[in-house]
């Protein structure tokens, strides 16, 4: 198939800005390539993304949706980046055969009945606003089979879970090296913002005596200033915003991963790099990693928000093998895994589109 890719308006391909959602547009551009598909992927100007065929669109980026309030008004910037690359997908619609949207905004849902071409939207974050949960409500009612998530947890935050594709995520597992032998120090990865938690698993760390290193865009600084006030005894070592072949040299070592998701986070895509590198993780028993995670195999699910919970996942960290970590990667998420998942996906919205229904 012919697909062009949409990316998020938040940030240029390879900042960090986008959060999970750059990892996820290209893991599937490579996963889908491999399987002989052409893919061509419109982004912000800047943007990176080494051996695809990318459009850069000029435009004053999209402010977060995470940062607004869930009433807020649906807002575009002036001069929106969002609005350029949406004219660009109008104007080259008859070249492709699936439009894929990764934007977590109002625009590209409302544009899907005004386009020819159809229009695979990849959900990327759970409910956050009345304006989105509107739109992709009215995306479901007139085109069913669209909607794409990563996480049963992350639809059912909606009204049309019913009708989701839950294609979880897929990753380049040849990226990831097993480590047998872990050093002495646990890894939280993110952006650094309220919703992530980050404050729970600093807590946890001061409790359990063992080393923290921090990795990911600090995304609130005041947030950021706030745990180094409210614990500056905590062992813990920020590491900055790392790109992927970096993160995982330094995360593969780790004894374990802390996810403290304050939000239904969607996926969890940091799940599947430590897991892949036999990393096992302990999780809040919420969103996305609830449903990746196997407890007491691959690691632990705790009470969501509980920070003793946590310590006591930390304490029994050494009790999971780490080989059983890689292996459900190997089964679950490969590139082929995820493939697999997002071509059958793609089938059921052709199929309706060829039925005319
Ligand atoms: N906010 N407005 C907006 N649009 C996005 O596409 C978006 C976002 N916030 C976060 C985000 N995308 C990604 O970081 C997550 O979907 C992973």
């Known amino acids: 198939m012919r697909l062009l890719f949409l990316s998020t308006p938040v940030g240029p391909l390879g900042s960090g800005l986008g959060g999970g959602v750059e990892l996820t547009l290209k893991n599937l551009a490579i996963a889908l390539s491999q399987q002989g598909h052409a893919i061509t992927i419109v982004a912000p100007q800047t943007s990176v993304l080494p051996g695809f065929n990318l459009v850069e669109v000029p435009g004053n980026l999209q402010i977060t949706a995470q940062s607004q309030t869930h009433d807020a008004a649906i807002s575009l910037p002036s001069d929106a980046v969002l609005g350029h690359m949406w004219e660009y997908a109008r104007q080259h619609q ?91 120090y646990l890894a939280w990865v993110g952006r650094i913002a309220p919703e992530k938690g980050l404050q729970d698993a600093v807590q946890a760390v001061e409790k359990a005596g063992v080393p923290l290193k921090i990795f990911g865009v600090v995304q609130d600084r005041d947030y950021w200033k706030q745990i180094q006030t409210n614990y500056p005894a905590a062992p813990i070592e920020y590491c900055g915003f790392v790109e992927t072949d970096q993160l995982q040299a330094q995360l593969r070592r780790a004894k374990g991963l802390l996810m403290t998701p304050h939000w239904v986070e969607a996926f969890g895509n940091v799940a599947i790099e430590a897991l892949a590198c036999g990393v096992p993780v302990v999780a809040y028993a919420r969103g996305g990693p609830a449903e990746i995670v196997r407890h007491g195999e691959t690691g632990w699910l705790v009470e969501p928000d509980v920070v003793p919970a946590l310590v006591n996942g930390i304490r029994d960290i050494e009790k999971i093998d780490r080989m059983a970590c890689r292996w459900q990667t190997e089964a679950e998420y490969s590139l082929v895994a995820m493939s697999d998942r997002v071509e059958a996906w793609f089938a059921d919205i052709l199929a309706v589109v060829d039925a005319g229904e």
């Open 94 to 184: 008859a070249d492709y055969d699936l439009l894929v949207n990764f934007a977590y905004d109002w625009l590209p849902f409302y544009l899907t009945t005004f386009f020819q071409t159809p229009i695979a939207h990849l959900v990327s974050m759970g409910s956050l606003s009345e304006a989105m949960d509107v739109v992709t409500a009215q995306v479901a009612a007139h085109s069913p089979q669209s909607l794409g998530v990563h996480s049963m947890a992350q639809a059912e935050t909606f009204s049309w879970a019913e009708q989701a594709h839950n294609v979880k995520n897929g990753f380049d597992l040849s990226q990831y090296d097993f480590c047998a032998e872990p050093e002495n």
